[in-house]
């Protein structure tokens, strides 16, 4: 059978050029038409990426926010035990979880630019409550997990996000995109993590009273966190409503999505994302509180934030050199990487009358952050590779089977980019969890062995010479 061509230099349809404008519906989209996509559709796709990324980025700010509002309670005089400090950052991750699986369906039928405006001016809601909840020492435990509950809600827009920006880009370019918009997105949780130790220390910026911080003696202004970001909000809601454009040939209803749920591969994929994502973001959220109860004469707010920093610019590495090398192969190397990184940390950890080696630590976990931005990357780069090669074997291109094939491809795609995404998620929940009720060496050991598992249904899937879907 003859090679199938990537791009297909023909006429596009006819179609209305007003229609491309900014806040305008696309009724006619081919980004696989290499004229079409020079003359008009990347200049659009591109406005709609860089519109997308900073509305994730701040999404992500809001759904991490306890992993480090957390550390400082206590401090100021509120009396949750250290589980309950954990649990606090893990509660986010089960409804951010839960609501990606609804976003990932949501998403494309409403369009991005909607979804976005309204997924993001939302995220106002929780941010307000904890402003004036954390100014008083006497808020149960109760509300403060029904905050940290809704502030994970800003964890789902990651999957509506991604699924509405694949749509927009040419299969050539969907790993470098979703990189972009993933790994820069991503960044949310190491600004979330940088930022608050230093605004929280402002009289200038804060509304309402300060609190006492008993360790260091000083005056701190913890709603500060939660305020700063709701002017934030308000502005790029407002840009995507006005910037961006609903893709109208990316709207499918869930009926036709839910198909997803028969594809083995979905499933595959999701096992696969939930070692690279769920590690990262559930690294992202234990790593703060890890470091206060484990090597606690080291300073948070120095340390924190370089991991998922790390791992969020290596989200988008991993996509570029997925698009080069192959997704199956990069991906390999990020499990290797994150087990020979987690085995690292577990020598390094405290253990009997030893207190362990920070640096050596801190260094371990780098490196896991680091593979798993890779991974997260040439995952997302795998799945569109993976149904392309499922849908249109054995179709020629130009034919309207293939056209049908492809439109079937590109939505399932979409929506499995979505759930995996919802379901890695839950590593946020599951990770601070773990380690609330758990050894921390125990845990760490767990996470060696499904990292293993992962080598294994990569290369049997899908790197092997033979592999059912080479990607």
Not at 129 to 140: K, M, N, R, Y
Not at 171 to 192: D, M, P
Not at 242 to 248: A, E, I, R, S, T
Request: charged share 10%; glycine share 10%.
């Amino acid at each position: 059978m003859p090679a199938v061509k990537e791009t297909v230099e023909v006429a596009p349809r006819s179609y209305d050029p007003a229609q491309y404008r900014p806040g305008r519906p696309i009724t006619d989209w081919e980004p696989e038409n290499e004229l079409f996509w020079k003359s008009t559709g990347k200049r659009v796709a591109q406005r709609n990426l860089w519109i997308a990324v900073p509305a994730l980025l701040v999404a992500f700010v809001v759904w991490q926010v306890w992993s480090v509002t957390a550390t400082n309670l206590a401090d100021v005089g509120f009396s949750f035990t250290t589980s309950q400090l954990f649990w606090l950052t893990a509660i986010p991750g089960l409804t951010g979880g839960t609501a990606r699986i609804f976003y990932t369906f949501l998403g494309p039928k409403i369009g991005q630019r909607t979804f976005t405006a309204l997924s993001t001016v939302v995220l106002i809601v929780p941010l307000l409550w904890l402003g004036f909840a954390i100014q008083d020492t006497s808020t149960s435990f109760t509300t403060m997990a029904m905050i940290a509950a809704l502030c994970g809600i800003g964890g789902a827009n990651f999957s509506s996000s991604l699924a509405n920006i694949g749509f927009f880009f040419p299969k050539r370019e969907k790993g470098n995109a979703t990189g972009i918009n993933g790994g820069l997105g991503n960044l949310g949780v190491s600004v979330v993590q940088l930022l608050t130790p230093i605004v929280i220390t402002s009289s200038v910026i804060a509304i309402g009273s300060g609190q006492h911080n008993a360790k260091t003696g000083n005056t701190v202004y913890l709603q500060n966190a939660a305020f700063l970001w709701v002017p934030v909000l308000i502005v790029l809601a407002a840009i995507a409503w006005f910037g961006q454009n609903d893709l109208k040939t990316a709207s499918t209803s869930f009926s036709q999505q839910k198909i997803i749920f028969k594809r083995k591969h979905n499933w595959l994929m999701t096992w696969l994302y939930v070692g690279t994502f769920g590690s990262f973001i559930g690294f992202a959220a234990a790593l703060p509180m890890l470091i206060k109860t484990t090597f606690p004469a080291y300073s948070v707010a120095t340390y924190a934030w370089m991991g998922p920093a790390l791992g969020a610019l290596a989200r988008w590495a991993g996509g570029w050199i997925a698009d080069k090398l192959g997704g199956a192969r990069v991906t390999i190397l990020s499990f290797v990487g994150m087990a020979a990184s987690i085995i690292g940390v577990i020598n390094f950890l405290p253990s009997g009358g030893d207190g362990g080696n920070f640096a050596g630590f801190f260094a371990c976990f780098l490196a896991a952050f680091f593979f798993s931005g890779i991974g997260n990357g040439s995952t997302f780069r795998q799945i569109p590779v993976i149904f392309r090669n499922q849908h249109l074997k054995g179709l020629t291109e130009g034919t309207p089977e293939y056209a049908k094939a492809l439109k079937q491809t590109e939505m399932e795609a979409g929506a499995v980019t979505g759930f995996t995404a919802a379901i890695a998620a839950y590593g946020f929940f599951f990770i601070p969890a773990l380690f609330a009720n758990f050894a921390v060496t125990s845990a760490m050991w767990g996470f060696v062995a499904f990292y293993a598992s992962c080598v294994v249904v990569t290369w049997w899937f899908y790197a092997r010479k033979g592999a059912e879907s080479p990607s």
